[in-house]
């Protein structure tokens, strides 16, 4: 875990923030894996989308290796929501 970029970083600590919930919704429910599955890609798909928001106010604010790693992330995100 040392020897990742901050990029990286973001990108799997969104990912375990989504499968988390995601896990979370379906034990509460306790639903089956189809609606597990349904609950991650929302979670992905709304987490996908923040992260493009926070990405273009990182980049205005001249923050642009924490904009790229965002926008990567987004993307990442994104991808997986489908």
């Not at 990742?4 to 375990?16: D, G, M, S, T, W």
Request: hydrophobic letters at 55%; charged letters at 10%.
């Amino acid at each position: 875990m040392k020897n990742l970029k901050p990029f990286q970083k973001l990108i799997l600590i969104h990912v375990a923030i989504a499968f988390l919930i995601a896990v979370y919704y379906s034990v509460t429910q306790k639903t089956d894996a189809g609606e597990f599955a349904l609950a991650f890609g929302v979670m992905c798909l709304l987490g996908g989308i923040l992260d493009l928001f926070i990405s273009v106010f990182l980049f205005i604010a001249s923050s642009r290796e924490w904009g790229k790693g965002f926008l990567l992330s987004g993307g990442v995100l994104l991808l997986l929501s489908g």
